[in-house]
Nanobody, 119 residues
Framework: QVQLVESGGDFVQPGGSLRLSCVVS????????MDWYRQAPGKQREWIAL????????HYSGSVKGRFSISRDNAKNTVYLQMNSLKPEDTAVYYC????????????WGQGTQVTVSS
């Protein structure tokens, strides 16, 4: 069974940066794409970034576009999320997952990693 392990979350001041990692115990290239999501307290889980396996094309939600960057290392079965210019509203638990060609989430959710942005 494939497992997702997110890490890299921390407490950071506004304007700061973090890099999150997601290690997949399987071949990430076999999925159509890999995504990052986040869930703030009292809110639904929100999609924020996608990287397509075939050509590395990336897509972002409007809330993070221009500040966050998704990338991958196929050899390490790892997906990254570089987060810059962090804002208090970025505070959330961050999760990764894979999607198939009809945009369905493939794996069970991992435990996520907490990002807190505060002064």
């Amino acid at each position: 069974q494939v497992q997702l392990v997110e890490s890299g979350g921390d407490f950071v001041q506004p304007g700061g940066s973090l890099r999150l990692s997601c290690v997949v115990s399987g071949n990430i290239f076999s999925a159509y794409g890999m995504d990052w999501y986040r869930q703030a307290p009292g809110k639904q889980r929100e999609w924020i970034a996608l990287i397509i396996s075939s050509d590395g094309t990336t897509h972002y939600s409007g809330s993070v576009k221009g500040r966050f960057s998704i990338s991958r290392d196929n050899a390490k079965n790892t997906v990254y999320l570089q987060m810059n210019s962090l804002k208090p509203e970025d505070t959330a638990v961050y999760y990764c997952n894979a999607r198939d060609s009809v945009n369905r989430v493939i794996y069970n959710w991992g435990q996520g990693t907490q990002v807190t942005v505060s002064s």
